[in-house]
């Protein structure tokens, strides 16, 4: 007989508020006594799966399909508005990057801290801490403030503190997809060994292809439902195929237009305009990874990458990109309409160009890409696309307080006393 499962997730859903009215201001608000508009939304619908006892379990899907939404689920950090979850044993949760941690203390500090919320004793983390530091190879950096680590250096400190934990079961929110390549290699060993005895891991990963290596059982969300669930291989095979018919569906050779980011000649109201003798195919956001994402987090080094195709040859092109906050405002634009930066002539055939941002001082908030081809030093517009892609960002470093943009800035030389 197998073993009772280490979680059961019972016909589970949640719903989130999207507010409408999100530029009424709070005076405005406050002065009518009005309510702020919403739309319920389902980031989980009718979820229900048993993960068995001591086996690494995968959760794959789509940006947005709702897989952290059931990690958090799981934690006990959100609670669904129906349904039930149980799980039998400790549990230890690595889930955002930097989730737990405080900015401003040590990673000394923050070690004790994360690992007195995850339930361990003092004398417990005493006991480990050394180990804890090794694993996760931030010894350099362990009394500097954790504001100052790189996203990989949250990661592997917070994974470490979250595998001392010795849980029964660990749940692993993209550890993967932020380490380095020795690193990903250091956590799937640690998979292996946790699996070995017995513990059970519930591990989110755009890392279909390592989630291969690892996972026993696989569930697969889209929108929140259960669109796959059973053995690993065969849920991320049927999922990769999946993933692989959209990107073709949406990249047909005779209809180039199409195929940027639900944009179309149609929308007027996109703004999309030009004389088209190049015509721009897809814009996308890519990470370090090189990963064609729509959520980064500040301080992230990100690659803009706009493909084309070009009917008739186009002397010294002009390409830009621009960012724009989701109020509408403009934040950001850059392009290469100096003479300094001159572009080969374009000639007939498909090409693409990056532009390489080694990190990203934009604040959490909505973003929209844009892009566009001009030529005679961006006075003939080519095809722009103000609004070909949106994306989110989330917290990473630096983390300050308020506005659109971040500027690592520090306070310095206080005077204190009387004047
Ligand atoms: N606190 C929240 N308030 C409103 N909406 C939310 C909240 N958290 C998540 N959502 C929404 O719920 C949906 C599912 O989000 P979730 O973070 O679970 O996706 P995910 O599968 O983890 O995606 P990713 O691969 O990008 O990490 C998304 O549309 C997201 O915008
Ligand atoms: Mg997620």
């Known amino acids: 007989m197998s073993p009772e499962p280490a979680i059961v997730v019972s016909d589970v859903s949640k719903t989130f508020r999207i507010y409408r009215d999100k530029n009424r201001s709070l005076k405005a608000t406050v002065l009518t006594g009005h309510r702020a508009r919403y739309e319920e939304f389902w980031a989980l619908k009718d979820v229900s799966l048993e993960i068995p006892q001591g086996k690494t379990f995968g959760l794959l899907g789509d940006n947005g399909s709702g897989k952290s939404t059931l990690l958090k689920c799981i934690a006990r950090i959100l609670v669904p508005n129906k349904g039930q979850i ?5 549990l230890a949760a690595m889930l955002e990057v930097g989730s737990g941690f405080h900015p401003e203390l040590s990673g000394r ?3 004790y801290l994360n690992g007195a919320i995850l339930g361990m004793s003092k004398a417990e983390i005493d006991r480990k801490f050394d180990s804890i530091v090794d694993f996760s190879g931030v010894e350099a950096f362990i009394d500097q403030p954790v504001k100052n680590y790189s996203s990989g250096m949250y990661v592997r400190l917070g994974f470490s503190v ?4 010795e849980p029964d079961i660990l749940l692993v929110d993209e550890v993967l997809s932020v ?6 290699e ?9 699996r070995r005895s017995g513990r059970t891991v519930v591990v989110v990963s755009h890392a279909i292809e390592q989630m291969r290596t690892f996972c026993d059982e696989a569930v697969w969300l889209e929108k929140g439902q259960i669109a796959g669930l059973g053995k690993a291989a065969d849920v991320i095979t049927r999922y990769a195929d999946q993933a692989h018919f959209v990107q073709q569906d949406n990249q047909p050779a005779d209809e180039p237009a199409e195929t940027v980011d639900e944009v179309s000649d149609t929308n007027d109201d996109r703004g999309r305009h030009g004389s088209r003798e190049v015509t721009i195919t897809k814009v996308e956001l890519l990470n370090a990874q090189g990963e064609d994402v729509r959520e980064v987090r500040t301080g992230d080094a990100v690659r803009l990458r706009m493909r084309y195709r070009c009917t008739k ?5 002009v390409f830009g990109f621009t960012f724009e906050h989701d109020s509408g405002f403009l934040v950001w634009g850059h392009n290469n309409e100096y003479p300094e930066q001159l572009m080969p002539t374009l000639v ?4 693409s160009i990056d532009m ?3 990190a990203l001082l934009l604040r959490p908030g909505v973003f929209r890409l844009g892009a566009g081809i001009s030529s005679d030093r961006a006075v003939h517009v080519i095809d722009h696309l103000p609004r070909a892609l949106t994306f989110a960002v989330t917290t990473g470093t630096p983390v300050e307080t308020v506005g659109v943009v971040v500027m690592n800035s520090r306070f310095d030389n206080p005077v204190v006393g009387p004047l």
């Open 86 to 90: 149980t799980h039998r044993g400790r």
């Open 109 to 111: 500090e923050n070690v």
């Open 162 to 165: 979250s595998i001392h934990v």
């Open 179 to 184: 380490g380095d390549m020795a690193f990903q």
């Open 186 to 194: 250091k956590c799937a060993e640690k998979f292996v060994e946790l």
């Open 313 to 317: 040859p186009v002397e010294s092109p």
């Open 348 to 351: 007939p055939g498909e090409g």
């Open 356 to 358: 390489v941002i080694p």
